[in-house]
T-cell receptor, first 111, second 115 residues
């Protein structure tokens, strides 16, 4: 069964305290992995797409990496404005872009 | 470029009542998705349209949910009758095509509360 699991469910950091979020997946025929950010009361906002194991992408304080079984979202020296829920999602093979989402990691960064 | 628009933003109804949500995707996007997001969970796909045809509705509770996309642009999602467990945020997303490689752009969502 295709499945995406994120950990931890919630993460509290002090400003400047670096950490990582994990996204584990079990799907047949990986066609990529997406990271989204979701602020309260808003829809998910696209961050990154990773297509193959070993790929890395960066945006400001965020860096996403991909292996054959999981992806990490590394947050370096976070700021309070990085507080949000981070979602990862994987497209299901041969189903026209259908995504399976993890349950998300709620990140809180305190000043 | 205008994003995905949804309305209403909030809706409160009694159980067994009906409700409808509207979505206007990004101009030119052929693929439109409706997701249900229950508090504390990730979005779950309800239905996917490619232009005005249904690609996937395997997780749509068809005894109470219906959706249409007239002329391949706007879409409406209806619930009739609503149950307590339908309380959730309903998200609409669009992408240029149904390719697995395309990112999806999400609207702000409609928060539904069923009392």
């Amino acid at each position: 069964e295709d499945q995406v699991t994120q950990s931890p469910e919630a993460l509290r950091l002090q400003e400047g305290e670096s950490s990582s979020l994990n996204c584990s997946y079990t799907v047949s025929g990986l066609r990529g992995l997406f990271w989204y950010r979701q602020d309260p009361g808003k829809g998910p906002e696209f961050l990154f797409t990773l297509y193959s194991a070993g790929e890395e992408k960066e945006k400001e304080r965020l860096k996403a990496t991909l292996t054959k079984k999981e992806s990490f979202l590394h947050i370096t020296a976070p700021k309070p404005e990085d507080s949000a829920t981070y979602l990862c999602a994987v497209p299901i093979y041969n189903q026209g872009g259908k995504l399976i989402f993890g349950q998300g990691t709620e990140l809180s960064v305190k000043p | 470029e205008a994003g995905v628009a949804q309305s209403p933003r909030y809706k409160i109804i009694e159980k067994r009542q009906s409700v409808a949500f509207w979505c206007n995707p990004i101009s030119g996007h052929a693929t439109l998705y409706w997701y249900q997001q229950i508090l504390g969970q990730g979005p779950k796909l309800l239905i996917q349209f490619q232009n005005n045809g249904v690609v996937d509705d395997s997780q749509l509770p068809k005894d109470r949910f219906s959706a249409e996309r007239l002329k391949g642009v706007d879409s409406t999602l209806k619930i009739q009758p609503a149950k307590l467990e339908d309380s959730a945020v309903y998200l609409c997303a669009s992408s240029p095509s149904g390719s697995s490689y395309n990112e999806q752009f999400f609207g702000p969502g409609t928060r539904l509360t069923v009392l």
